[in-house]
């Protein structure tokens, strides 16, 4: 018996010493959403009213949420619609009506219409909301602004979130001004960066740990985690988020490409691929890339320059590792159009585009627009993020489901 077990050491030595020599690696394990683990939250839902947040992004698998749900004999009273609609049929910025579902006969209630928040009598026959929208962790993609009107419709009316978890697609990526709350929006609620590196469970227990809520009152939650996951994976979206993050290249690029919402600049809306290219008419001449936005229902109906020829960069190839591996956002490529512009007095004017932001609510701050203009260094831009920047990684560790 002693000789069988220090054989069996020896072996298990060898064999550890081989692996090391030959840099044998564990195999990756594969990425498991909330949503897909059902195990752990269906019989939890059996029994109970329950209601659903979501859009074409709620999937188990490549079946919506709902469907699944309902086939399962889940009682699913009703159903909240963010922007773009349930279905995800509705243009951005579209104000949705209330309607019932053509496919499970379920009412629809949108939040993003005369309302966008439920209130006690939408809560009344609910026992518990469950929340499941897939995230691109960027101060302006406004889910998670929603997320905490939903929070505070539970804890209004003393009932639990379910939240079933899903990777941030930019989960690597801390970057950019917080917000100044002076500029506090739609598109910006909350003192965090432009992107923020957290999964929606992490920010609705921030939301909670914080006091961001509504008279600081605390959601009562229950988190399914994503399995095998940790921020720095890339994680492929297997349902574009919304119409104009209809590519992976887009989502990546989003949180560098999405600033130019506040400058007169075309960022692809009106073509087939948004936020993966950039540009104007007046700047021919200076780049020879062009292309032509136009009305694209469900997309983009009325985007800047529509039927005119625009010339700029094309990002469609660009390398996004190379946005993994700076860990920053990229803020060359405005202050790069910025200097190719022959009308700079147009440049972060919203007066000449009803298609644009103030580019103070799209950043968050009151300096980056004279620092544009000024021509100010990339290194610092970024000094004056601080120390606000380094004080919200610091909190954001409080709070995190994931390394």
């Known amino acids: ?59 188990i698998g490549k079946k919506h ?34 309607e019932t579902d053509a496919a499970t006969g379920i009412r629809i209630i949108s939040l993003y219409g005369p309302k966008n928040k439920p209130s006690k009598q939408d809560m009344a026959d609910v026992d518990v909301l469950l929340y ?19 929070m505070e419709a539970c804890a209004e009316s003393d009932k639990e979130m379910l939240i079933l978890d899903r990777p941030n697609p930019n989960g690597y990526l801390i970057d950019g001004p917080v917000l100044d709350m002076k500029y506090k929006s739609g598109i910006g609620m909350f003192p965090i960066p432009m992107s923020h590196g957290l999964t929606v469970a992490e920010f609705a227990q921030m939301a909670n740990g914080e006091g961001w809520l509504t008279n600081k009152v605390k ?21 574009k988020p919304s119409p104009n993050l209809n590519t992976q290249q887009a989502i990546l690029l989003y949180p560098s490409t999405c600033m130019f919402e506040g400058v007169y600049i075309n960022h692809g809306r009106g073509t087939q691929y948004p ?53 920053k956002i990229n803020i060359q490529w405005i202050m790069e159009l910025y200097k190719a512009h022959p009308h700079k007095e147009k440049f972060f004017e919203s007066k000449f585009s009803n298609q644009m932001n103030n580019i103070e609510i799209q950043i968050g701050n009151g300096i980056f627009r004279k620092q544009i203009i000024d021509g100010v260094s990339e290194e610092e831009i970024r000094k004056s993020w601080e120390p606000g920047l380094s004080q919200y990684k610091e909190m954001r560790k409080k709070y995190l489901l994931y390394p």
Request: with cysteine; net charge positive; proline share 5%.
């Open 132 to 150: 499941d929208l897939q995230d691109v962790g960027v101060r302006f993609y406004t889910n998670i602004n929603a997320l905490s009107r939903l």
């Open 219 to 239: 959601c009562k939650l229950k988190i399914i985690k994503v399995a095998n996951y940790d921020h720095s994976m890339p994680y492929t979206l297997p349902v």
């Open 1 to 59: 018996m002693k000789i069988n077990l220090a054989l069996l050491l020896m072996l298990s030595v060898a064999v550890s010493a081989f692996n090391r020599n030959n840099d044998v690696k564990e195999p990756v394990k594969q990425i498991i959403t909330g949503a897909d683990q059902t195990q752990l939250y269906v019989p939890y839902l059996k029994g109970k009213r329950v209601a659903i947040m979501a859009n074409p992004t709620t999937i």
């Open 65 to 98: 949420l709902v469907d699944s749900l309902k086939s399962l004999g889940i009682n699913i009273v009703k159903v909240f619609g963010p922007e773009h609609g349930f279905r995800g049929n509705a243009s951005a910025g579209v104000k949705i009506k209330d």
């Open 275 to 327: 936020f993966t290219v950039l540009g104007s008419p007046e700047l021919k001449g200076k780049y020879s890339f062009s292309f032509t936005p136009i009305s694209i229902k469900g997309m983009a109906e009325t985007p800047i320059f529509m039927n005119e020829v625009c010339y700029g960069l094309d990002l469609r190839n660009y390398d996004t590792e190379k946005l993994r591996k700076s860990g």
